[in-house]
């Protein structure tokens, strides 16, 4: 009697621990601006409970750390069913494994462009490339008035474009119309 009164209780127990893990949202995002550690672009990552209610949030420097958890490479709290959100969200994007020199390396073209959106031209040397901005060091006007309204944020410098905003952002840096079309917001 009493190993079944433990089994129910142990069955339980797994199944609130279960649904109370499925009943968080994960939240990621991205910050376009210079910070105090020279990084141009800044990460994010959150956690949230069913409520709505921030539980975790760890931002992230280094893009290969943030690739391999979004990409499910890595366990993270962040991402503890290991989902590629990637390729759920149709980005290209993911860990690339050298077994040869035992090295794993992540790549996502559009991270690599998120600079762009701010800047003119790359804000550091030692890189010769062109930015999407009609400013030197941010965007014009109206062009922040743009990102404000399409990414849902207040403040460039700031805030993060989060969430379904930041899928959005990752899809349109890859879209030669889009890019085109946002050069030319004066």
Known sequence: ?????ALILLTVVFSFSNENQSSFKYVF?????????????TFVAQ????????RASRVFTNKDEFIKVLSGYWPSPFNPNKI????????????????TIRVEIGYCPAMDSLWKIRFSDWPYLGKNEAG???N???????QEEY?????NIKQLDFDY??????????????????????????
């Open 47 to 54: 956690k949230y409970s069913a409520d709505g209610i921030l």
């Open 29 to 41: 995002g991205a910050r376009i601006s210079t910070g105090a550690n020279s990084q141009v672009v």
């Open 84 to 99: 590629d959100y990637f390729r759920e969200n149709r980005i290209v994007g993911g860990v690339f494994v050298n077994d």
């Open 132 to 134: 999407w901005s009609l």
């Open 136 to 142: 030197r060091m941010r965007p014009n006007l109206k």
């Open 161 to 186: 474009i989060v969430d379904t905003n930041f899928w959005k952002l990752m899809y349109d840096v890859t879209d030669s119309t889009w890019i085109e079309n946002y050069k030319f917001i004066n």
């Open 147 to 151: 990102l404000a309204n399409r990414y």
């Open 1 to 5: 009697m009493k190993s079944f009164i």
